[in-house]
């Protein structure tokens, strides 16, 4: 786990169980919710390792789902993500796996979405005590950090044109 205080190690202010599962995703979730500058219309999530064995139990699917819809990790809606995603219109469909094969941490998810006429694709991995980290867009590496309530600054965003594919962000 990689923390810088104190304060990451007691985690965030959040809606529960586990700030690993619950918190970390959230800030993945809502991070995409930046890029794409709102919520998607389609989703595809891949849990892997732990998220895949634990999802339902921990509220990891809720968690992404409410980052998604743009919900903070101190959210009380979250708990009914599932409900406000389908009343917004949002489709979703998860995959579980053993392993990634892009980054080697137990709580890591690859999340595509289209928005409109914008697809992207994200790997996240929810570091622990809220913290973490988004290491793929779009098959390109990145090492952006992220913590419960960080708020995105800039995002860069460009298009392939024959696939008008979100392409970089910088947080």
């Not at 786990?1 to 995703?25: K, L, R």
């Not at 139990?57 to 101190?74: F, V």
Request: with cysteine.
């Amino acid at each position: 786990m990689e923390f810088q205080s104190c304060f990451d190690i007691i985690g965030p202010i959040m809606v529960g169980p586990s700030s690993s599962h619950t918190a970390g995703v959230v800030s993945i979730g809502k991070f995409i919710y930046e890029l794409v500058g709102d919520y998607p219309q389609e989703v595809n999530i891949v849990f892997y390792d732990s998220f895949a064995e634990t999802y339902q139990g921990h509220g990891t699917d809720k968690a992404l789902l409410g980052g998604l819809l743009g919900m903070a990790t101190d959210d009380t809606r979250i708990k009914h993500s599932l409900e406000w995603a389908k009343e917004a219109g949002m489709q979703y469909k998860f995959e579980f796996q053993d392993t990634c094969e892009y980054y080697d941490h137990p709580n890591t998810t690859l999340v595509t979405v289209k928005h409109d006429d914008r697809f992207v694709k994200v790997g996240g991995a929810s570091l622990g005590g809220g913290l973490s980290k988004i290491f793929m867009i779009n098959e390109k590496m990145v090492d952006i950090r992220l913590s419960a309530g960080d708020d995105f600054t800039v995002l860069a965003r460009s298009y392939q044109p024959r696939e008008k594919v979100l392409m970089e962000a910088i947080g």
